[in-house]
């Protein structure tokens, strides 16, 4: 997750707001957005809950993810359609030096796959996927956004807070954008500022982008797709089916659903995991967590190791093993909580891209190592396209790691350099499973 304090809504001067989503600025809402929890408690009667080991957890965590299960050898769009649905959010990721990380989830579940059928999918306007803030940036099923009108609202709330009287004052140059917009269809934010001289006044980059990123988080704006990677913005008839321009779920409701979702994504986890999947405010999570409870869709496990309780989701799965060889991007629902990735795999990580080089300890953007229900190592990758090499820039062994871990991380950086049509691997001499790691590839 990334921790940086560029505020793309235009609010500056506001500290001590880091992680969450950190590329607006924001912070979980506290007293002015959101509803707080009031009701009085509810009267229980003490049972004992059901208890599970810590492999347990793991394999039920990674077997709702999607991992576990046979692959077949070319995927095609129902494959990449149902893995993207199971998940339910891809987080997008600007840093491209092996793979953009939205297309690395599905490479980890599926295998090799066409990328192009997932970019018809999520990049182009109209497509079946669309982006807003779901966890972060995100690309989240089309027919979910009316799930996400509450954030809309808080959104235009935080600002509205924040800079009493802003979209009055700024009425002029939010019309003049969206007039834009629909007179000459979806644009990107450069379009406006390569089309306009850059001068005083409201066509002057820093109102422009404002402008459209804060139409895109209150919803008076959606995403048509990007171009170049860049957000292209249009107005909502122009993107959204008719069913979804009215469409309206109810706060409680919306917030209940998308709780039940991360429950079937986790299989389990603790209150905290279920709110933050899609960053949901735990003053918010709590009532609709109860209500799934009060329903039979949670119910409440002890996880060896675990302080707090935990909620198993009544569909989840409980493997005896889990089969897969994959790297995870540093953005996958695997290991973006990292606290949990260290409670449920003893896995410490955090991803080094914006630590200055001297200070990094495993390598610029390391993917961790998924053998079976275990992460046991980690690999920083640079995709080499100008001379079709994938280079493994340092590899790493966790002490646990199984014997066999050299030789199934060869196959899944061979299966990657593949995917990525690369010809060669070539492995740094720096890491504990960097030797080892290039003796095996070089047999």
């Known amino acids: 997750m990334r921790d940086q304090r560029i505020d793309r809504l235009g609010f500056t001067g506001i500290t001590g707001i880091t992680g969450r989503y950190a590329s607006l600025g924001w912070h979980e809402p506290q007293s002015t957005i959101g509803i707080l929890d009031v009701r009085p408690p509810i009267a229980t009667v003490d049972i004992v809950p059901d208890s599970l080991s810590i492999a347990q957890a793991r394999r039920i965590a990674l077997a709702a993810q999607g991992f576990g299960s046979a692959r077949t050898p070319r995927p095609g769009s129902a494959a990449i359609a149902a893995t993207v649905n ?10 491209n030096v092996f793979e953009r990380s939205h297309y690395l989830p599905v490479f980890a579940r599926l295998g090799s796959y066409d990328r192009e059928v997932l970019d018809r999918m999520t ?6 996927y669309l982006e807003y803030w779901a966890h972060e940036a995100a690309f989240i099923p089309a027919v979910d956004r009316p799930l996400f009108q509450w ?3 808080d959104f235009r709330t935080e600002i509205e807070t924040r800079e009493p009287g802003w979209f009055a004052a700024a009425s002029g140059t939010l019309e003049r954008l969206r007039s834009e917009i629909a007179a000459r269809g979806p644009l990107p934010a450069s379009a406006f500022d390569r089309d306009r001289p850059r001068r005083a006044g409201w066509w002057q980059w820093d109102e422009v982008k404002r402008g459209l990123e804060r139409l895109f988080a209150t919803g008076d704006l959606v995403a048509a797709g990007r171009h170049r990677f860049e957000r292209v913005y ?3 008839e122009q993107v959204l089916a008719p069913q979804l321009l009215d469409a309206a779920v109810p706060r ?13 994504a986790h299989g389990v986890g603790t209150e905290r995991d279920l709110a933050d999947y899609y960053r949901i405010p735990l003053g918010l999570a709590r009532p609709a967590i109860r ?20 909620y198993l989701h009544r569909d989840a799965r409980r493997p005896r093993r889990v089969a897969a060889t994959a790297l995870l991007s540093p953005f996958d629902p695997v290991v973006w909580e990292r606290e949990r990735a260290l409670r449920l795999f003893d896995f410490r990580y955090r991803i080094e891209i914006y630590t200055p080089a001297a200070r990094r300890v495993y390598g610029y953007y390391c993917l961790p190592v998924l053998l079976d229900d275990a992460l046991v190592g980690r690999v920083d990758l640079k995709n080499d396209r100008a001379d079709r090499v994938l280079r493994v820039r340092s590899a790493w062994a966790e002490d646990h790691a199984a014997e066999g871990t050299v030789e199934r991380t060869a196959q899944a950086l061979r299966d990657a350099a593949h995917w990525q049509g690369l010809d060669d691997i070539e492995v740094e001499d720096r890491g504990n499973l960097s030797a080892a790691l290039r003796h095996v590839l070089a047999t």
């Not at 199971?86 to 840093?95: F, N």
């Not at 409870?293 to 309780?309: A, P, Q, Y």
Request: no cysteine.
């Open 234 to 236: 249009a107005l909502p």
């Open 151 to 153: 954030r809309m609202d």
């Open 252 to 264: 409680d409701d919306a917030i209940r659903t998308l709780l039940a979702r991360s429950a079937r």
């Open 86 to 95: 199971r998940l339910g959010v891809l987080q997008i990721d600007s840093v």
């Open 123 to 128: 990049l182009r306007s109209g497509a079946r």
């Open 291 to 310: 209500e799934l409870l009060d329903t039979g869709e949670l119910s409440e496990v002890r996880v060896e190791g675990w302080r707090k309780v935990a």
